[in-house]
């Protein structure tokens, strides 16, 4: 059986050495980041299942990292951080994290929240027995990929960018209401701002723009957005 690898982005060496031994007693196999300036390549060669990410971190935040990590691999990314406020936790996880764990951390709960995200993702609780892809005119969507494919075009997407095609091409022609849109994208909507969602689906849309995408995002006044294929990509 194959064990489950772990990427570990933490500059306090102590803190990554006593995580990556911890882990390693439980059979995980581990690697902790060698140099901060090319976290990408080294997490591209690990391949892991699973990172845990400090914030606090050399030249880059861990959010910049999330980011740039969030276009190479879906797994769950975990920020590990001594930072303790709300924002610092929606920030984390509007920039593509999937949970937090707040320093000092008890390392039964560090280890209890790594097998939760595993058994979702890869084990016992994941629905992905295959790869889910959704499909519109000469559109298609690769949700675990997180790509969007037009003929030969390959569109690398971030997480949230991801969540709204799949809303809108998954329910297309109908209008997806911005509370389902806003429902998927955030947990907790008490903390998210009016202007927030308009600027992520500003996003997708110049995304799409920029690599010659026809398709476009109707606004509905009042309701939501739906998705709408140009003449040509039907």
């Given at each position: 059986m194959e064990k489950h690898r772990i990427y570990i982005v933490e500059d306090d060496m102590k803190i990554a050495s006593l995580l990556a031994e911890t882990l390693r007693k439980y059979q995980y196999e581990v690697a902790t980041v060698q140099c901060f300036d090319n976290i990408i390549e080294e997490c591209t060669s690990f391949n892991p299942h699973l990172v845990l990410l400090d914030i606090n971190l050399p030249t880059y935040d861990g959010y910049y990292w999330c980011r740039?990590?969030?276009?190479?691999?879906?797994?769950p990314i975990l920020f590990i951080s001594a930072r303790s406020g709300e924002m610092d936790q929606i920030f984390a996880l509007e920039n593509g994290g999937?949970?937090?764990?707040?320093?000092p951390f008890n390392y039964e709960i560090v280890l209890a929240k790594i097998r939760s995200h595993l058994r979702r993702t890869y084990g016992e609780y994941s629905a992905r027995q295959e790869e889910r892809t959704i499909k519109q005119g000469q559109l298609t969507l690769y949700l675990e990929r997180m790509e969007l494919q037009?003929?030969?075009?390959?569109i690398p997407l971030q997480k949230k960018e991801c969540i709204i095609l799949d809303l809108l091409m998954g329910n297309a022609p109908k209008v997806v209401t911005r509370d389902q849109l806003l429902e998927q994208l955030w947990d907790d909507q008490a903390f998210v701002d009016e202007n927030t969602l308009n600027v992520n689906m500003t996003r997708v849309r110049k995304k799409l723009s920029d690599y010659g995408v026809l398709s476009f995002i109707?606004?509905?006044?009042?309701?939501?957005?739906r998705f709408v294929l140009s003449a040509e990509e039907a």
């Open positions: 740039q990590l969030r276009q190479h691999t879906t797994c999937d949970d937090f764990i707040t320093k037009l003929k030969d075009c390959v109707e606004t509905m006044r009042g309701a939501g957005y």
